[in-house]
């Protein structure tokens, strides 16, 4: 039995941030309905690029769901979502504030028919503030948010990373969110509203940063941060064929276990050095190596922190991640075979998996309104 079976969640988000956090609760067992607007539905639906059919952006982040579509604009539409909402234990939306009010379905009105319910509202700036009707995007939260600005090399411009990072941490807090919300509901009976604003959790990446500057009134800034690359014993290095390599001596004992691998315990001192000449020399030790000759030294050496820097097809094929069973290969009937990123926890005695394929538009209307409207139409 999966942790969250029985739970009914009610998914009106699009895109990334909300649907990756209703598949965090899909994988778990609870039965996550995307609710979707008229066609094209979900936005990712369209995105490229495309397999066989459908988007792979989309097959993405919507295993384990089903999809009705309804038009909340439409009289008939909105009361039979107002049915739904009496059989669902949480609600999710990510439009910006004000619009399911306007809808008449905002959470007082939601509270009305189900005073249990768990009403979750991803947004970018939150329900409050003088952002809070701005729209934005993942490179405006983590920029406003203080992320983007810590994250490049010392005296060179900002870096903007591939990953979605707002997306994604707003989608983890949104869970965790929707998790004690569902807890406190069967506690008490009583539902809540849950607001998670996509720049507060960039923000939330932040606690060491802030008490560093609290403590020294020393702004961290990109390169010299002790964990930002600027010295010698943490920080990436490339090898003599051009690939990458990460060492991690951050403890004095691993620092000296390097130095002591590579024959230069005269470097033990010089740790946290930021001479440019220090740098200089172990970069150059680096490029005396290829990174194939580093990880055989790494293998042969207990404790000597050095791993590589893995492109998506060395992922795959990283024996870490095939022990762990980190990604799921799945043949879809109509697309082929998908790669699928697994929860990144194991819990004793659940199996985790792709129980259904990312549904169709509109895929399980039928069976949805069976089984939560029966008798009531």
Same mark, same amino acid.
């Given at each position: 039995?999966? *942790?969250?079976?029985?739970?009914?969640?009610? @998914?009106?988000?699009?895109? /990334?941030?909300?649907?990756?956090?209703?598949?965090?609760?899909?994988?778990?067992?609870?039965?996550?309905?995307?609710?979707?607007?008229?066609?094209?539905?979900?936005?990712?639906?369209?995105?490229?690029?495309?397999?066989?059919?459908?988007?792979? $952006?989309?097959?993405?982040?919507?295993?384990?769901?089903?999809?009705?579509?309804?038009?909340?604009? @439409?009289?008939? @539409?909105?009361?039979?979502?107002?049915? &739904?909402?009496?059989?669902?234990?949480?609600?999710?939306?990510? $439009?910006?504030?004000?619009?399911?009010?306007?809808?008449?379905?905002?959470?007082?009105?939601?509270?009305?028919?189900?005073?249990?319910?768990?009403?979750?509202?991803?947004?970018? $700036?939150?329900?409050?503030?003088?952002?809070?009707?701005?729209?934005?995007?993942?490179?405006?939260?983590?920029?406003?948010?203080?992320? /983007?600005?810590?994250?490049?090399?010392?005296? #060179? *411009?900002?870096?903007?990373?591939?990953?979605?990072?707002?997306?994604?941490?707003?989608?983890?807090?949104?869970?965790?969110?929707? /998790?004690?919300?569902?807890?406190?509901?069967?506690?008490?009976?009583?539902?809540?509203?849950?607001?998670?604003?996509?720049?507060?959790?960039?923000?939330?990446?932040?606690?060491?940063?802030?008490?560093?500057?609290?403590?020294?009134?020393?702004?961290?800034?990109?390169?010299?941060?002790?964990?930002?690359? #600027?010295?010698?014993?943490?920080?990436?290095?490339?090898?003599?064929?051009?690939?990458?390599?990460?060492?991690?001596?951050?403890?004095?004992?691993?620092?000296?276990?390097?130095?002591?691998?590579?024959?230069?315990?005269?470097?033990?001192?010089?740790? $946290?050095?930021?001479?440019?000449?220090?740098?200089?020399?172990?970069?150059?030790?680096?490029?005396?190596?290829? &990174?194939?000759?580093?990880?055989?030294?790494?293998?042969?050496?207990?404790?000597? /922190?050095?791993? *590589?820097?893995?492109?998506?097809?060395?992922?795959?094929?990283?024996?870490?991640?095939?022990?762990?069973?980190?990604?799921?290969?799945?043949?879809?009937?109509?697309?082929?075979?998908?790669?699928?990123?697994?929860?990144?926890?194991?819990?004793?005695?659940?199996?985790?998996?792709?129980?259904?394929?990312?549904?169709?538009? @509109?895929?399980?209307?039928?069976?949805?309104?069976?089984?939560?409207?029966?008798?009531?139409?």
């Amino acid at each position: 039995m999966l *942790p969250l079976e029985g739970i009914v969640v009610l @998914d009106l988000t699009r895109l /990334l941030p909300g649907p990756y956090c209703s598949m965090i609760l899909a994988d778990l067992g609870a039965r996550v309905i995307k609710v979707e607007p008229p066609p094209p539905g979900d936005y990712m639906r369209e995105f490229e690029p495309k397999l066989k059919k459908g988007s792979a $952006f989309y097959y993405a982040v919507n295993r384990n769901k089903e999809s009705i579509s309804l038009n909340l604009k @439409d009289e008939g @539409d909105r009361e039979t979502f107002l049915k &739904l909402v009496t059989k669902a234990h949480v609600l999710m939306e990510g $439009f910006r504030p004000g619009v399911m009010d306007r809808l008449g379905l905002g959470y007082e009105r939601l509270k009305e028919v189900n005073p249990a319910l768990v009403y979750c509202a991803i947004t970018g $700036f939150g329900q409050d503030g003088p952002y809070k009707d701005l729209p934005g995007h993942d490179i405006n939260y983590i920029a406003v948010g203080g992320v /983007l600005d810590q994250i490049g090399v010392k005296g #060179g *411009p900002p870096v903007l990373p591939t990953i979605q990072i707002a997306d994604l941490t707003s989608a983890f807090w949104a869970a965790i969110g929707i /998790l004690a919300g569902v807890i406190r509901s069967r506690a008490t009976g009583e539902g809540t509203f849950i607001d998670v604003s996509m720049m507060d959790t960039v923000l939330s990446w932040l606690p060491i940063h802030f008490v560093q500057y609290a403590a020294t009134g020393h702004v961290p800034t990109r390169g010299d941060f002790l964990l930002g690359g #600027g010295f010698p014993c943490y920080r990436v290095y490339e090898t003599a064929n051009g690939q990458y390599v990460t060492l991690g001596a951050l403890e004095e004992k691993f620092w000296r276990v390097f130095c002591e691998a590579v024959e230069r315990e005269d470097l033990v001192p010089h740790q $946290f050095s930021q001479d440019p000449e220090v740098i200089r020399e172990v970069d150059e030790l680096f490029r005396s190596k290829t &990174l194939e000759e580093w990880l055989e030294l790494a293998g042969s050496t207990k404790d000597l /922190l050095l791993f *590589p820097v893995n492109t998506l097809p060395q992922v795959m094929e990283d024996s870490q991640v095939k022990a762990r069973k980190m990604l799921w290969m799945v043949k879809h009937p109509v697309e082929g075979e998908l790669v699928m990123v697994a929860p990144p926890f194991k819990m004793e005695g659940v199996e985790f998996g792709c129980r259904r394929f990312p549904p169709a538009f @509109d895929e399980d209307r039928e069976r949805v309104l069976k089984d939560l409207l029966e008798g009531e139409r």
